[in-house]
């Protein structure tokens, strides 16, 4: 049995447990997101059949997790500070590798080109009009800042968001601090210039026609284009 937001009547088993899956699966299902708070305590309890106390325990444990959050007067909401602690994490053993922009580009190859290719043939309507305003953005300035370095990843994580896969978005969001730093500092010696905006709209266009392999290689274009740059300003890609 089940009710609107498709929370089911829970049996037996650890309820704390359940009651922790059963509210984590809101999330995942995208029936709440972040900054979304969850129903009163008293609701939840009532829709999966436990006591208020369990409903309080398992909430405890979710905000161990980073999941969410009390305000007082507010109630609880979702949160993502799980998600910025490993990528924070993640951030930190890459320091440690000392990995080089060449290695950082070979992952972005993986990543990103089938990102695109899931996306061609994924994106919904809403997918294509955020990219196209992110798009209308970046075209909209002249000279690269560090500001429109962050578009220029938002535009990349809104095509992550069109692959409808959930791994691989969470997969490039947790590297997208490291991507921005990389960015911003082989920015200061080779400027980005309107040839991005024009691989951009490629990559774009590639996703709107629908044309998975199209869109890989657009984004393979992009790559190939980004390091020659990084080479021709004298940076070494394969320096850890």
Do not use: W
Not at 12 to 32: H, N, R
Not at 84 to 102: D, F, I, N, T
Not at 192 to 216: C, F, M, T, V, W
Request: hydrophobic share 40%; charged share 30%; glycine share 6%.
């Amino acid at each position: 049995m089940t009710d609107f937001l498709g929370l089911k009547i829970l049996k037996s088993q650890s309820l704390i447990e359940k009651t922790c899956e059963s509210l984590t699966d809101l999330v995942l299902a995208g029936k709440l997101g972040t900054g979304d708070y969850l129903p009163p305590e008293s609701e939840i309890a009532e829709r999966l059949g436990v006591g208020r106390s369990t409903v309080r325990e398992a909430v405890k444990v979710l905000e161990s997790k980073g999941l969410v959050r009390r305000l007082h007067g507010k109630g609880i909401q979702i949160v993502d500070e799980s998600r910025k602690a490993a990528s924070e994490m993640l951030q930190l053993m890459l320091r440690r590798e000392k990995s080089s922009v060449g290695e950082l580009l070979e992952v972005r190859r993986l990543i990103e080109m089938k990102m695109a290719s899931l996306a061609a043939g994924r994106a919904t309507a809403k997918d294509l009009s955020d990219l196209r305003k992110i798009l209308k953005k970046m075209q909209s300035t002249g000279t690269t800042t560090a500001e429109d370095v962050e578009t220029d990843l938002t535009f990349h994580e809104a095509v992550a968001k069109a692959t409808q896969n959930n791994i691989l978005r969470l997969v490039f969001e947790s590297i997208r601090p490291l991507l921005l730093e990389t960015i911003l500092t082989c920015l200061n010696v080779a400027p980005k210039n309107e040839l991005s905006k024009a691989y951009h709209k490629k990559i774009l266009e590639a996703i709107e026609a629908r044309d998975p392999q199209g869109a890989a290689a657009a984004v393979g274009e992009h790559l190939d284009g980004t390091e020659e740059m990084l080479k021709q300003a004298g940076i070494d890609i394969n320096r850890n």
